[in-house]
C-alpha cells in the first residue's frame, strides 16, 4: 500500500492528515510485520489525554459484547468489553434479551477477577442464555427489574419474528389470489 495514495484519498472525504497540514493524527501501521504498533498506541494515548478522555470507573457498568458462546463446562460465555463503570462479581445484569447473575469473571490471561473497570475486556459467567454479539450490557438493580427487561426484549422480537411471518403468508395469499384469477 502507498501511504501518499491513502492520504491523497482522504481528501476526497475531507478528511486532512497532519502530514498534509491538517488536524487529524495519521500513523503508518503494518499488522504483517507490527511496524508502527508503538508508534500507533502512543498516538492513541496522547490524543486520549488531550482530549480527556476518561470513563467514570464509580458507576453501574456497561458494555458490549464482543463474543458469545455456550461453553459444555461453564453454560453461556460472553466476552464484554467494560465502556463505563465497573463489573464485579454478583453483578446483575440485562444483555440483549438474556440476564444473569456474574459468577466469574475471567481476564484476557484466564485468571479469574473480581472486577473489571472501563476499557477491560472479560469474559462474563451467569447469563441465562447466550446474547449476539453487539448487545449491550448493562448492570441492574435487582433481578427482577433484570428479567422484566429481558422479558420485554424478547416479546418485542417475537412480535417482530411473527409481523415478518405474517407478511410473508399475506404476500402468498395475494399470489394465491393472483394465480388462482388467471
Known sequence: ADPQKVRTGLLQHSVVVEAMSGDVLDVEV??????????LLE???LQAELLELKANPDRAAEGAVIEAKLDVGRGPVATV???????KRGDIFV??????????LINDKGERVEEAGPSVPVEVLGLQGTPGAGD????????GRAREIADYRQRVSRDKQVTAGSRTSLDQLLAQAKAGAA
Not at 444483555?95 to 466469574?104: I, L, N
Open 81 to 87: 468489553l467494560i465502556q463505563k463503570g465497573t463489573l
Open 136 to 143: 449491550v450490557l448493562n448492570v441492574v438493580e435487582d433481578e
Open 30 to 39: 503494518s499488522a504483517k510485520t507490527d511496524a508502527g504498533l508503538d508508534k
Open 43 to 45: 498516538a492513541i494515548a
Open 95 to 104: 444483555v440483549g434479551e438474556q440476564w444473569g447473575r456474574v459468577r466469574a
